[in-house]
C-alpha cells in the first residue's frame, strides 16, 4: 500500500499547492486522515 499511497499523497499535494485541505478534498478524504497519512511517510 505504501508503494502507491505516499506518491500518490506527494502529487495531490504538489497539486494542490501544498493546501491540505483541497487536497484532502481531491483525495476525498478528512483533512485530519490526509495529516495522519502525511505524518505516517513523513511528508510533514
Do not use: F, I
Not at 5 to 21: I, R
Request: hydrophobic share 40%.
Amino acid at each position: 500500500m505504501a508503494r502507491v499511497e505516499k506518491p500518490l499523497l506527494e502529487v495531490v499535494l504538489h497539486h494542490a499547492g501544498g493546501n491540505q485541505t483541497r487536497a484532502a478534498d481531491l483525495l476525498g478524504v478528512n483533512r485530519n486522515t490526509l495529516r495522519k497519512k502525511m505524518k505516517q511517510y513523513q511528508l510533514l
